[in-house]
């Protein structure tokens, strides 16, 4: 018995802000001053052209980034691709409480990602990666917290109730 999700960060609207800039910056190129030439091109070594192509490639590598949470008998686990190569897992005897949390992404933590909680208090940590507003909390014996936003709010509600009547795992509230 195990709950498994996966979620990516959708950064769709920035590719249109990073599109404007390129249409801005290759217009700047080709029709200023009757546009830059192939020798023009070499001598600023491509910089126009990189201009264009890096921030695409950079949102891309971004997207590219998965969270796998992993919920069964033993604990909580997640990675987090590219950063977490491995799962990293969290017993349930170490944690005080795990159960389903409301969070404003902006007013809590500042956005979206990777992200502590603001005003300074770096215990509650949070993976964001959603425009959803419930995820999974977890609240550790040592006062730390974590955050998981989740896509599949009410199947990851009931498989908590499950696990918690099925194993009778104190830490799930």
Do not use: H
């Not at 017993?91 to 992404?105: E, P, Q």
């Not at 609240?139 to 194993?167: A, C, M, P, V």
Request: hydrophobic fraction near 45%; charged fraction near 25%; proline fraction near 2%.
């Amino acid at each position: 018995m195990e709950f498994i999700e996966k979620q990516r960060l959708k950064l769709w609207w920035l590719y249109i802000l990073i599109g404007i800039d390129a249409v801005i910056v290759l217009c700047i190129v080709l029709f200023d001053k009757g546009g830059m030439n192939l020798q023009d091109l070499k001598n600023v070594y491509f910089a126009p052209i990189w201009a264009v192509l890096l921030p695409f490639s950079v949102i891309y590598a971004i997207q590219k980034n998965i969270l796998t949470l992993k919920i069964n008998e033993n604990g909580v686990s997640y990675k987090y691709f590219p950063f977490t190569r491995s799962f990293k897992l969290y017993n349930w005897n170490s944690l005080d409480k795990v159960y389903i949390n409301k969070y404003d992404a902006l007013g809590d933590y500042g956005g979206w990602g990777i992200r502590y909680r603001l005003w300074f208090k770096f215990r509650d940590k949070a993976y964001i990666l959603n425009d959803g507003n419930k995820g999974l909390q977890l609240e550790f014996k040592n006062g730390r917290r974590i955050l998981f936003s989740s896509n599949n709010r009410d199947e990851l509600e009931l498989f908590l109730i499950n696990l918690k009547t099925r194993f009778k795992i104190q830490a799930i509230q």
